[in-house]
């Protein structure tokens, strides 16, 4: 055992979090429309028919793909079944659960990388994870249903950071700019505060707010990719370092396929016990605290 | 073992939504309204 760990504290100092190599491709692929940078114009083509599995801006010019969300909210608006954008949420779901939102997310990212500005920490409680089903099913469901607007898109802060300030900012003809009222300052508090909290709260956004990781949570329960906890290896219990390298906060050791668990696979990397292990569907031995 | 055929059977049932909403036109209502720029993203108002 003793070698084990030696082994593992060598690859923690050698590695490089594999999930954020990730998020850096996917990021790079995601906002892979050039063009943009000299024309202004937004991507118009046939890949803007998929969707891409994570909360992204469709009106961002670099944007290559369509986000899922928008177009959920766009068939709620035209009052028609989301075949499409349901199906896949519940593939993907079924597949790896919340995976995507660690792998993928380039909002996830910026969270990540904002959570490491040295500040005062907090611990977010855990009655408002739950929220966020509450704005999926009110904001981008209901709401959206009966008001035939895309609200959560309305105060989604991706979109102002990834379309709205980049294409107010380089308006040369000033008609864009002549649009923004009450709504885009609302938004831009909406941003302020999420950027403010995720610097003291990990991963404050997805925890609280994000629809699409309400969708994925549901999903983590059952999906193919899953996590094993040995019990007989997590002897220490006390040790909680799977817990303080969680960026979202899980006690990785009572479950660790709760529904805020996004699939990063830190805590199978640095378990000094190596009690965590990715597995593909089979039953997770809990170990009861 | 219940539990992998569980999620291959509801994956399939996912996976033909898919199928079947591509075939009402979803990917190309996806892709018209994907193509302009979305203001309510943008956060302006007409």
């Known amino acids: 055992m003793n070698d084990r760990r030696k082994k593992q504290r060598i690859k923690k100092k050698q590695r490089v979090k594999t999930h954020r190599i990730g998020q850096i491709i996917a990021s790079v692929i995601q906002f892979g429309h050039i063009p943009a940078l000299w024309t202004g114009f937004i991507y118009q083509g046939a890949l803007k028919q998929g969707c891409v599995p994570i909360l992204t801006c469709w009106g961002c010019p670099l944007s290559l793909f369509s986000c899922p969300m928008g177009g959920l909210q766009h068939f709620f608006n035209l009052h028609l079944f989301p075949f499409y954008i349901l199906g896949f949420f519940g593939a993907v779901g079924m597949l790896v659960g919340r995976m995507a939102c660690a792998w993928v997310c380039p909002f996830g990212m910026l969270q990540d990388l904002l959570n490491k500005i040295k500040s005062v920490k907090l611990r977010l409680p855990e009655w408002m994870t739950y929220f966020k089903y509450a704005v999926l099913i009110g904001v981008a469901g209901i709401i959206a249903w009966f008001t035939m607007e895309p609200w959560f898109c309305k105060l989604c802060p991706a979109g102002i950071l990834e379309a709205g300030i980049p294409l107010v900012s380089v308006d040369k003809t000033g008609d864009i700019r002549a649009l923004v009222g009450w709504l885009f300052w609302t938004k831009i508090v909406i941003l302020a505060g999420v950027v403010v909290f995720s610097i003291m709260i990990k991963r404050f956004f997805c925890r609280v707010f994000c629809p699409i990781g309400a969708i994925y949570s549901v999903f983590n329960r059952f999906s193919l990719v899953h996590f094993e906890l040995t019990s007989e290896r997590c002897r220490n219990t006390d040790c909680r370092h799977c817990e303080k390298i969680c960026p979202m906060d899980i006690n990785v050791y009572k479950n660790p396929n709760q529904k805020e668990c996004i699939r990063c696979l830190e805590c199978v990397y640095n378990c000094p016990n190596v009690a965590v292990k990715l597995k593909f569907r089979k039953k997770a031995k809990l170990l009861n605290t | ?46």
């Open chain 2, 1 to 46: 073992m219940k539990k992998l055929i569980f999620v291959i059977l509801l994956t399939a049932v996912f996976v033909a939504s898919i199928v079947y909403g591509g075939r009402l036109g979803d990917f190309e209502e996806i892709e018209s309204v994907g193509s302009v720029m979305c203001l309510s993203c943008m956060g302006l108002q007409q």
